[in-house]
């Protein structure tokens, strides 16, 4: 409220005190002088208050936890090339975790598959290579294994991996 009338004064007084500083009588500008001498105090002092507020409210801070370093997520294949290792690929997520925990049964031809990004339920942990919007885990196979890959979660075929070449 004190700015906005220290505001008003400046709009009403500084015009007339400058009119009078160059039409008026010697009183009248020594009147106009004083007057413009208090406006202009009044802004430093308005000033001063505004940069030296007294905080009325106590300030308080909250521990917060750094964000993950990665999403754990079950991520759904997307492509799988069988060889003397298995290769997996999927859409890599924003923060892709650096391992994932990869579980591979066997049942006959067939070879479940099973993926988890970050670390969890304490299974085997492997190093996921991402490229671009790619990422990619190998998982050494057994000599009898099966060849036909299948997402373990939900019994679909995992397409084949094109062969580099």
Known sequence: MLALSL?????????LSLWLL??????????AILTLVLLEGGTIAMDHIRRHPIPDASVVSHDVSPPPACDPRTPAPGSARVGRALV?????DRHECETAEVWVRTEGRRLLI??????????PAVPVRVKGDTAAV?????????????DGRNGRRIPEADRPG
């Open 88 to 92: 997996l690929t999927w859409a890599a």
């Open 114 to 123: 099973w993926v988890r990004t970050g670390r969890g339920s304490g299974g």
């Open 22 to 31: 160059v039409k008026g009588s010697a009183g009248e500008r020594v009147a």
């Open 138 to 150: 190998t998982v050494p196979l057994p000599e009898k294994s099966g060849r036909v890959p299948v």
């Open 7 to 15: 505001g008003v004064a400046w709009l009403l007084l500084a015009p």
